[in-house]
Structure formats: structure tokens, C-alpha cells
């Protein structure tokens, strides 16, 4: 017999959603979010966490899944979490937890055993330990693990109902949340990203030189990277020449746009002033957010009018999770093609 659970599920989801705490990164701590997870029958779960770089496993057991959190090398980081012994361990998925001592019904509470919201620890710091030894001097406290993790219930399907049987859990929706103190590899990670993307915004000497000597009026404008990177290479106009684009403010007000310079040699501001293409106005540049250089065909815009047929390479300028616009040299002049949102 194979039941999925109902309204001992409101009961849990309502549980839930009382304990329901921020799944947020804080000052030295990482934090995950699996949120709508599925498992079903014999199989395990697994979910491979990049930062780091460990595996969030379901473990398919006789009744149900055991909470696993493996690092690189398959060492169970949760394998402290109290109780060590005795009553029901919050790692235990098991379908027998949700039923009464003799199978025929939910469980009230004559079964000792962790409900709807599963509470376990772990601790990085037992990497390449070999594992928890608990009489070990000095070892890791399991009662004070700096990892904590949460993982509710969402909804299940129990089988083997029958009095007398012991239920078994054969379907899981689930999500879990797992904080913990950043780890070496993460921190090297973000020096990393940090180094990087310093790099990208850094206005070089060179760069302040090259745009110069292209026409960029320093004691009218300055270059500015609130754009990342500082800096586009491409063919803006398919003469086989290297062009750049670089975003600028006016220093008078702020006001932002973009120095376009082709070949190195003719330089132009553009979203300053007027209206490019049919939408384009200056007042978009004020907003946008990020960056990239387009190659290739032009796709169809929002506007139902047809793409332009570009000349050589395009910028693509826009708003974060909304619209953005595609900047192009006609021949003549840079006009705009809007994308949409």
C-alpha cells in the first residue's frame, strides 16, 4: 500500500513556514538555498555545491534518505550531528517517523522522532581528518558545529502501511538551507573574482593615452568604469581595425555616455545628447548597468520593426533583468536598435 500525505502535510508546511529563517550570506559565512528538491524511489539525491566545492547527498536508505554533506573526497561533514546515539538522528528521512507506533495512522506524537523540519550541523574543519573519532582529544565538539543546515519537508509519499509494518518513505520535495564559515578555497575564490574584476575596471595609463590621442576631451569628460570591463575591443565598423569603447561621464553633471573610437584615430561621444535610432534617449545611459560587445547577425527586437543589417561588430548596453539596446555604426553615424526588456 502507497499513500502520499495530504493534510499531515498542511500540518508540516505550516511548521514550517512559522520556522522559516533567511537562507542569506553574512560577514564570513557562505550560505545555500536547494529550494523544490525531488527524490523518489531507490535513487539517491546528489547536488554538487561549486563554492566549496562539496556534495549535498540524500542517501537512499531501507526507509527512507540519510542526510549527507560529502567534501571532495566523500568525508561526511554532518556525521556529528547529536543525538550520536539513541533517539531518532534529524538525518534520518525515514517514513516510520510520520506514523503511530503501530502503523495504522499519522503520528501524534507516541513516536519519538523528528518531524517535518530536520535540523543537522557539520563542520568543514573535518577534512582530511578521516572522519569523527569521538575519543579523540581535542576533537570537534558535536554539539557546536559552525555549519548548520535546515532541510523541511515540502511534501512525501509513504508505503508500507500495513499494522504492524514499518512505513517507508519512497517520495521526498524538499529544500534545505546550509550556512557555514567560508571555507579556505572559498575565500581564495573570492580574492580571485576580487583581483579580477579590479582588473577589468582599472582606468590604465594607457588606456587614459589612447583615448586621447583619439579625441576624448579630458577637461570636458573623464573616463569612468561603471561599466565592467573599463574597456570593449572590437570592429565597429568591418574595416578590419581595431576600435574601443570606453564609458565616460561629464564631469559638469555627471551625466554618462560612451567614447566610441575606431581605428584609434575618430572618436565620438555618444548619450549625451539626442535621440539614436527611434527609442534611444539619454537618459537610458543613466540607468544601465552592464555591458557587452555583440558579434554577428542582429536578432528582432521588441518593436516589430526588422533588425538593422550590421556593418561589423555591435555594443549591447542594459539594464540588469530588464531591457537592453544594441549600439551600431551605419556607415554614417552610430545609431541604436532596441531588444526589448
Given at each position: 500500500?502507497?499513500?502520499?500525505?495530504?493534510?499531515a502535510?498542511?500540518?508540516?508546511a505550516?511548521?514550517?513556514?512559522?520556522?522559516?529563517?533567511?537562507?542569506?550570506?553574512?560577514?564570513?559565512?557562505?550560505?545555500?538555498?536547494l529550494?523544490?528538491r525531488?527524490v523518489a524511489g531507490?535513487?539517491?539525491?546528489n547536488?554538487?555545491?561549486e563554492?566549496?566545492?562539496w556534495?549535498?547527498?540524500l542517501?537512499?536508505?531501507?526507509?527512507?534518505?540519510?542526510?549527507?554533506?560529502?567534501?571532495?573526497?566523500g568525508?561526511?561533514?554532518?556525521?556529528?550531528?547529536?543525538?550520536?546515539r539513541?533517539a531518532?538522528?534529524?538525518?534520518?528521512l525515514?517514513?516510520?517517523?510520520?506514523?503511530?507506533?503501530?502503523n495504522?495512522?499519522?503520528?501524534?506524537?507516541?513516536?519519538?522522532?523528528?518531524?517535518?523540519?530536520?535540523?543537522f550541523?557539520?563542520?568543514?574543519?573535518l577534512?582530511?581528518?578521516?572522519g569523527?573519532?569521538p575519543?579523540?582529544a581535542?576533537?570537534?565538539?558535536?554539539?557546536?558545529?559552525?555549519?548548520?543546515?535546515?532541510l523541511?519537508?515540502?511534501?512525501m509519499?509513504?508505503?508500507?502501511?500495513?499494522?504492524?509494518?514499518?512505513?517507508?518513505?519512497?517520495?521526498?520535495?524538499?529544500?534545505?538551507c546550509m550556512?557555514?564559515?567560508?571555507?579556505?578555497?572559498?575565500?581564495?575564490?573570492?580574492?580571485?573574482?576580487?583581483?579580477?574584476?579590479?582588473?577589468?575596471?582599472?582606468?590604465?595609463?594607457?588606456?587614459?593615452?589612447?583615448?586621447?590621442?583619439?579625441?576624448?576631451?579630458?577637461?570636458?569628460?573623464?573616463?569612468?568604469?561603471?561599466?565592467?570591463?573599463?574597456?570593449?575591443?572590437g570592429?565597429f565598423?568591418?574595416?578590419d581595425?581595431?576600435d574601443q569603447?570606453?564609458?565616460v561621464?561629464?564631469k559638469?553633471?555627471?551625466?554618462?555616455?560612451?567614447?566610441?573610437?575606431?581605428?584609434?584615430?575618430?572618436?565620438?561621444?555618444?548619450?549625451?545628447?539626442?535621440?539614436?535610432?527611434?527609442?534611444?534617449?539619454?537618459?537610458?545611459?543613466?540607468?544601465?548597468d552592464?555591458?557587452?560587445?555583440?558579434?554577428?547577425?542582429?536578432?528582432?527586437?521588441?518593436?516589430?520593426?526588422?533588425?538593422?543589417a550590421?556593418?561589423?561588430?555591435a555594443i549591447l548596453?542594459?539594464?540588469?533583468?530588464a531591457?537592453?539596446?544594441?549600439?551600431?555604426w551605419?556607415g554614417?553615424?552610430?545609431s541604436?536598435y532596441w531588444q526589448?526588456?
Amino acid at each position: 500500500m502507497r499513500i502520499f500525505i495530504t493534510a499531515a502535510m498542511l500540518a508540516v508546511a505550516a511548521f514550517s513556514s512559522a520556522n522559516a529563517q533567511p537562507c542569506e550570506p553574512s560577514e564570513g559565512r557562505s550560505a545555500m538555498l536547494l529550494s523544490s528538491r525531488e527524490v523518489a524511489g531507490n535513487r539517491d539525491f546528489n547536488e554538487y555545491l561549486e563554492g566549496p566545492e562539496w556534495t549535498f547527498q540524500l542517501k537512499r536508505a531501507p526507509h527512507g534518505w540519510d542526510i549527507r554533506l560529502n567534501d571532495e573526497n566523500g568525508l561526511d561533514l554532518t556525521q556529528m550531528t547529536p543525538p550520536l546515539r539513541g533517539a531518532p538522528n534529524p538525518r534520518q528521512l525515514y517514513g516510520w517517523h510520520f506514523r503511530n507506533a503501530d502503523n495504522t495512522g499519522a503520528n501524534k506524537g507516541d513516536v519519538n522522532a523528528p518531524q517535518g523540519l530536520r535540523l543537522f550541523g557539520f563542520d568543514p574543519a573535518l577534512s582530511g581528518t578521516g572522519g569523527y573519532r569521538p575519543n579523540d582529544a581535542g576533537g570537534v565538539n558535536p554539539e557546536n558545529q559552525p555549519g548548520r543546515g535546515a532541510l523541511t519537508i515540502e511534501d512525501m509519499g509513504l508505503a508500507d502501511l500495513a499494522p504492524g509494518e514499518k512505513a517507508r518513505m519512497n517520495y521526498l520535495k524538499f529544500n534545505v538551507c546550509m550556512t557555514w564559515p567560508k571555507t579556505d578555497k572559498e575565500k581564495q575564490k573570492e580574492a580571485a573574482e576580487v583581483a579580477a574584476m579590479t582588473e577589468l575596471r582599472k582606468v590604465t595609463p594607457e588606456l587614459i593615452e589612447m583615448m586621447g590621442d583619439c579625441g576624448l576631451d579630458y577637461q570636458t569628460y573623464q573616463i569612468t568604469p561603471y561599466l565592467t570591463p573599463v574597456e570593449l575591443g572590437g570592429d565597429f565598423d568591418a574595416d578590419d581595425a581595431h576600435d574601443q569603447a570606453v564609458p565616460v561621464i561629464r564631469k559638469a553633471d555627471g551625466k554618462r555616455g560612451l567614447f566610441l573610437c575606431r581605428a584609434g584615430t575618430w572618436g565620438q561621444v555618444v548619450g549625451m545628447t539626442g535621440r539614436m535610432g527611434a527609442h534611444l534617449t539619454p537618459a537610458y545611459f543613466d540607468s544601465i548597468d552592464w555591458w557587452s560587445l555583440h558579434t554577428g547577425p542582429a536578432g528582432q527586437g521588441a518593436g516589430g520593426t526588422p533588425p538593422p543589417a550590421l556593418k561589423g561588430d555591435a555594443i549591447l548596453i542594459g539594464k540588469e533583468g530588464a531591457s537592453s539596446v544594441l549600439i551600431y555604426w551605419t556607415g554614417d553615424a552610430y545609431s541604436a536598435y532596441w531588444q526589448g526588456d
